[in-house]
Every structure is written in structure tokens, then in C-alpha cells.
């Protein structure tokens, strides 16, 4: 059975930083590609960072020099560190998981957590 289990969201004033983890089980992590998609109120899920099997990266435009995505397959785990953050990043975060290269479409991913919110005010 596999398992995502996201840590680390909260509240956050705008400036501030946030680190999410997202710890996989059932799976064989080092051959995943993982992402983080967020979905704020009235949107759609967006990718917002994603980190492919072999360590390639991907962010969203909004994101780039912010956000860094980063993954330690020792501990089967996925990171996105969350710095300068902004009203705008409001939203609930998901962590993925599909097999090797990162996908933009949500409905490529066969995994996914339990998300968590992240609120950053002004």
C-alpha cells in the first residue's frame, strides 16, 4: 500500500519561509518522480515544482528563485523549501508521485498526499 504523508504547511506572514516534507512508503522511491501541485479556492490544481527519478528539476514561472524541490531517496522523502512567500501562495499543497519524469497533467500521477494548507498573510 503505497502512502504520501505531507508535513509542514501553516500559517505564514508575506516574506516568511515554509519547508514541506512529504515521507513516501510502499514504493520504490528512487524511481519515482515526485511533485508538488497546489489548488487554491475556484482554481485548478497547478505543478508548482517537480523533481524527476534521475534528480531533474522543473518549477512554475511563479515559483522560480523562491521555491526549491529537493528529494533524499535514503529516507524516501521529498522536500519543498518555500521562501519569500506571498499572498498569492496561499493554497493547498500536495505532494505526487509518478513513475521516472515529471508530467504537468494532475492525472498522470498514480500517488498522492493528504495535502495541507498553507496560509500567508500580508
Known amino acids: 500500500q503505497v502512502q504520501l504523508v505531507e508535513s509542514g504547511g501553516g500559517l505564514v506572514q508575506a516574506g516568511g519561509s515554509l519547508r514541506h516534507s512529504c515521507a513516501a512508503s510502499?514504493?520504490?522511491?528512487?524511481?519515482?518522480?515526485m511533485a508538488w501541485y497546489r489548488q487554491a479556492p475556484g482554481k485548478e490544481r497547478e505543478l508548482v515544482a517537480g523533481?524527476?527519478?534521475?534528480?531533474?528539476?522543473y518549477y512554475a514561472d511563479s515559483v522560480k528563485g523562491r521555491f526549491t524541490i529537493s528529494r533524499d531517496n535514503a529516507k524516501n522523502t521529498v522536500y519543498l523549501q518555500m521562501n519569500s512567500l506571498k499572498p498569492e501562495d496561499t493554497a493547498v499543497y500536495y505532494c505526487?508521485?509518478?513513475?521516472?519524469?515529471?508530467?504537468?497533467?494532475?492525472?498522470?500521477?498514480?500517488?498522492w498526499g493528504q495535502g495541507t494548507q498553507v496560509t500567508v498573510s500580508s
Open positions: 505526487a508521485a509518478r513513475l521516472r519524469v515529471i508530467s504537468i497533467a494532475p492525472n498522470e500521477y498514480a500517488y
Open positions: 510502499g514504493l520504490t522511491f528512487g524511481s519515482y518522480a
Open positions: 523533481i524527476s527519478s534521475g534528480g531533474s528539476t
